[in-house]
């Protein structure tokens, strides 16, 4: 299973932290991605992590605010996120990909971990 931690309300142009820890299985050779839902939209994939530690970005939005890291002997995965805006509101998700490059169908999710952005 995969289970989110690190969500707290926190002010516009702060950082938070999240991590994604795996249990039950190793993650070396998967790519692990974080996504975020808010409320009334659809689910929005973000980054992903590759087996080498390279970076799939999914959306424009978050390149040069967010960044994913991954620690396998924790079996863990990080999402910094950093100046934060109010539209960054939502719940966040980790997955594992299907394979090692971030490519495939995603698999295993963990249940979310909220993210509140206010003033």
């Known amino acids: 299973q995969l289970v989110e931690s690190g969500g707290a309300v926190v002010q516009p142009g702060g950082s938070l932290r999240l991590s994604c820890t795996a249990s039950?299985?190793?993650?070396?050779?998967?790519?692990l991605g974080w996504f975020r839902q808010a409320p009334g939209k659809e689910r929005e994939g973000l980054l992903c992590?590759?087996?080498?530690?390279?970076?799939?970005y999914y959306t424009e939005s978050v390149k040069g605010r967010f960044t994913i890291s991954r620690d396998n002997a924790k079996a863990t995965v990080y999402l910094q996120m950093n100046s934060l805006k109010p539209e960054d509101t939502a719940v966040y998700h980790c997955?594992?990909?299907?394979?090692?490059?971030?490519?495939?169908?995603?698999?295993?999710w963990g249940q979310g971990t909220q993210v509140n952005v206010s003033s």
């Open positions: 997955a594992t990909a299907g394979y090692y490059d971030c490519s495939g169908s995603w698999g295993l």
């Open positions: 039950g299985f190793t993650v070396d050779y998967f790519g």
């Open positions: 992590i590759t087996n080498s530690y390279d970076t799939v």
